[in-house]
């Protein structure tokens, strides 16, 4: 028998406002626990939730770059339950009046292309977090993150499979990073997401018994869970070993399984209500197209402007455009090195290579591109060779040096001085006779071992183009 | 009388200074909303009508007891014990007091303690600092012996602050008696179940001016809308405090849910729990368009009503209290205004008598004409 799995998809993403969502607090990652807390987000009574209009302006930015409809008159509702991360005791967010309504994005996948609708879009505080035995058998509480403004990205369920739902939200980080509504960090908690999954026979139009999936940090995560998931859907419906519930689940990274997170008693009624301290929020047609007028480039337009402007290759393209950061770091390095073609190379090749080597994630890249401009700079006008070019950058990435003295200071400019390189050469051809005798015999894969012999006796300085060319002419010589 | 209403910051002087009942904040200063879950809460902040009034050069006297959390009480006795801003300025320790009166109970105890109640538009005073009960209808009102010094004070305290989004833009007020003869209407379906007294009470207030019998619409309803919605507020307003952060913690408890039950059992009073159920009650899932709901819509028809009635009067004019004492069934007399956010003032009359006066929001002067005597 055939299955399907339908999934919908709610997405959590912090939006990138510099202060909370009611008070001024600042909602900067990484501070001290409890640093970012004022009498308002630590729920103390007396205190009136003051709106961040900047949270508002990017619940806008997510609802135009998924093509929602802006709601014109947005209210706020008090959804109630106890929990120790949950300050007053109850959560402020949209049930009423979302912000946004009826969108959709395309993804494409090896199937092709897809349209993925959006049902809502809402804005909504986000809750502290606990620490567990930080005191042996006592829980601690941090509000930093408290009352930073959230969206929730609620999806149709139009997801058919693993790939669709990692396919749908590579799009989203892409849009939302791109139009500076968040910076999607699944690892830092910014972009969060819960799976709703259900199994049907292929071809039934009903769907099955639905459970929700929690607790998933990471795309790879998100692709086991579901694999999981669906299995456990389908043994059940297949032996009736099983008889699914609708539920919410944990994901268990560890064991590689979910499980039932509350049983039916603790079914939570959230008392949803609306919230009489915050007045309804008109949206104007004026602020809507101001904001649709500022939105920065994103990633199809950028990607349009690299291969049809700057001449770039598809493949080039799609990988600066695969993340902001690096499309970032392209655009600040082209203003100190105005060659679209190399700057692609280096980051291309040398600098995802060096991140990888790092085991760090494109996003993650921190490197000053004035440094990385003068590397690709100096490599250009043969001040050093490529070679020594990485080397720099690697120095660069890991320890932020400067390029210009370093490569002054260890003398590693580039070595071009025909008459010396010729000794070299020679020198390296006379103690190595026997490999001589193998290219006079025809093999040709020796070279690069003498090239290599010379650059270790250069200590990697040589211009591998002049010592290319005055050994190509002393094996002649030889022949 | 009962001096332990009162509790004395310093020497002020009586005649500039004011009282707070206890949930107004004071900076660094224990704000106690008269709950046992406050008993050690220091302010981290002021309330704005603090500030402003101690700009103005008034001198604070002290905080006054109120019932827990300003809440409607409806059990037994609770509406007997008096209101400690209105103890405190029938005593003479301060010109005027400060509190809010969701439940109507100052409303009642001012005039019966010879004293006027100023109850103003919503939005139109800061609530920053102020501990909250029902967001929706909380409300600084002020009591006092002398009403030129009650609309003083207002217009101290009165005016736009930054930190409240729901009070109106207008940064000052200018409160002076409106002249001439107002119209005053007298719904005669709540007179019929004022007892004698108060009756014989606004017939004479309101034969002074143009007075005309009239109807207050929904009045058998307003106990009801106005308990179901505040309870649903407070409910919500007060699960903030659980044991977990400050206030009250229960001192033994076997985990989480036993922290929140035992803190909560312990830390709140009789009317505070009764509220807790009834708020959750209304708002769970079943019963949320039944009951919640349905008295969102009927406030919103009282206030179309209120919009009516306000274009043919200036004023209407209520009892204080109804023949049968029931809590319950009383704060419908004080429901209108506290579900409109309109003004009212509470008015003494007599020996421990009085009657109230409801105007149009904004239309403060109105009032202050009317009590003034008018023409």
């Not at chain 1, 402007?309 to 392209?330: C, E, Q």
Request: glycine share 8%; aromatic share 8%.
């Amino acid at each position: 028998m055939d299955y399907e799995i339908v999934m919908g998809l709610e997405v959590h993403v912090e939006l990138a406002t510099k202060s909370k969502l009611f008070c001024s607090c600042s909602a900067e990652f990484g501070a001290e626990a409890n640093e970012n807390v004022c009498p308002a987000c630590a729920g103390m009574p007396g205190m009136l939730p003051l709106l961040n209009k900047k949270a508002v302006e990017l619940g806008i930015r997510a609802g135009l770059v998924t093509n929602c409809e802006i709601t014109r008159t947005i209210t706020f509702d008090k959804k109630n339950y106890f929990y120790p991360d949950l300050p007053t005791g109850y959560q402020i967010t949209q049930l009423y009046a979302p912000i946004c309504r009826n969108g959709h994005v395309e993804i494409e996948t090896e199937a092709g292309k897809k349209r993925i609708r959006i049902k809502q879009i809402h804005i909504e505080e986000d809750a502290g977090k606990l620490v567990h035995d930080y005191l042996p058998g006592s829980s601690l509480v941090d509000f930093n993150r408290a009352s930073v403004p959230l969206v929730e990205i609620v999806s149709q369920p139009d997801f058919r499979s693993a790939e669709e739902v990692v396919a749908y939200l590579e799009k989203l980080r892409s849009l939302l990073t791109f139009a500076d509504v968040s910076d999607c960090r699944m690892q830092e908690g910014s972009m969060r997401c819960d799976v709703n999954i259900s199994v049907r026979k292929a071809g039934s139009d009903k769907l099955g018994v639905r459970t929700e999936i929690k607790n998933l940090n990471s795309l790879k995560a998100i692709v086991r869970a579901i694999e999981y998931e669906a299995e456990r859907h389908i043994t059940a419906l297949e032996t009736g070993c099983e008889e699914l519930v609708q539920e919410t689940r944990r994901w268990d990274e560890n064991k590689g399984e979910t499980y039932s997170m509350r049983d039916k008693e603790d079914a939570t009624d959230y008392r949803y209500f609306p919230n009489p301290e915050i007045l309804p929020v008109h949206i104007s047609d004026e602020w809507i197209s101001e904001i649709r007028n500022s939105l920065p480039e994103l990633a199809h337009e950028k990607y349009e402007r690299l291969t049809q402007s700057l001449g770039l290759s598809d493949y080039d393209s799609r990988l600066i455009t695969s993340s902001r950061n690096i499309s970032d770091i392209f655009d600040r390095t082209m203003e100190y090195v105005n060659n679209p073609k190399e700057v692609a190379n280096w980051i291309i090749g040398d600098l995802a290579s060096i991140t990888k080597e790092e085991n760090k994630a494109y996003d993650e890249i921190v490197i000053d591109c004035e440094k990385f401009g003068k590397i690709i700079k100096m490599v250009e006008s043969k001040v050093i060779n490529r070679t020594i070019g990485k080397k720099v950058l690697q120095l660069v990435f890991r320890d932020d040096i400067d390029p210009e003295s370093y490569v002054r200071d260890n003398k590693l400019g580039m070595i071009s001085d025909s008459g010396y390189l010729e000794n070299i050469v020679k020198e390296v051809l006379s103690e190595n006779e026997k490999s001589v005798s193998e290219f006079k015999a025809g093999n040709q894969k020796v070279i690069g071992f003498f090239m290599g012999q010379i650059m270790r006796k250069t200590q990697g300085k040589a211009d591998p183009a002049s010592v290319n060319s005055i050994l190509m002419r002393e094996l002649n010589n030889l022949r | 009388m009962d001096r332990e209403f009162f509790v004395s910051k310093h020497d002020a002087k009586a005649e500039n200074a004011f009282a707070l009942d206890d949930n107004i904040m004071v900076r660094g200063g224990l704000t106690t909303a008269g709950s046992k879950m406050l008993h050690n809460f220091i302010s981290p902040l002021q309330a704005t009508v603090v500030d402003r009034l101690l700009a103005a050069g008034m001198e604070l006297a002290g905080k006054t007891k109120l019932d827990e959390f300003a809440v409607p009480g409806i059990s037994e006795g609770t509406c007997d014990i008096l209101s400690g801003a209105v103890g405190a300025v029938a005593e003479g320790v301060c010109k005027v007091a400060l509190c809010n009166d969701v439940s109507g109970k100052v409303r009642r105890q001012a005039p019966q303690n010879g004293l006027y109640y100023i109850h103003p538009t919503y939005g139109s005073v800061s609530r920053f600092g102020l501990i909250p009960a029902v967001s929706s209808m909380d409300q600084i009102g002020i009591v006092c012996k002398n009403i030129d010094d009650g609309f003083d004070t207002l217009g101290m305290i009165a005016g736009h602050d930054e930190n409240d989004i729901t009070t109106f833009p207008e940064k000052s007020y200018a409160y002076a008696p409106k002249e001439g003869k107002f119209r005053i209407g007298i719904p005669s379906n709540v007179l019929e179940e004022a007892d004698e007294k108060s009756k014989e009470l606004i017939y004479d207030f309101a034969g002074k001016h143009d007075a005309e019998e009239t109807e207050l619409k929904y009045f058998e309803v307003f106990s009801q809308v106005m308990y179901i919605l505040s309870s649903a507020e407070i409910g919500n307003n007060t699960s903030r405090y659980d044991g977990v952060k400050f206030g009250y913690r229960a001192d033994k408890f076997t985990g989480l849910n036993n922290l929140y039950t035992k803190t909560r059992t312990e830390g709140f009073g009789p009317d505070m729990k009764l509220l807790s159920v009834v708020g959750a009650y209304v708002l769970s899932k079943d019963n949320y368009e039944a009951c919640y709901l349905k008295s969102m819509k009927i406030r919103r028809l009282i206030r179309e009503h209120a919009n009516e009635l306000f274009s043919r009067f200036d004023a209407i004019i209520l009892p204080i209290k109804l023949k049968d004492p029931d809590p319950y069934k009383n704060l419908a007399l004080y429901a209108f205004a506290t579900l409109c956010g309109l003004p009212s003032v509470s008015v003494p009359l007599g020996r421990n008598e009085g009657i109230q006066l409801v105007a149009q929001a904004k239309n403060e002067n109105s009032l202050f004409g009317i009590c003034k005597g008018g023409r």
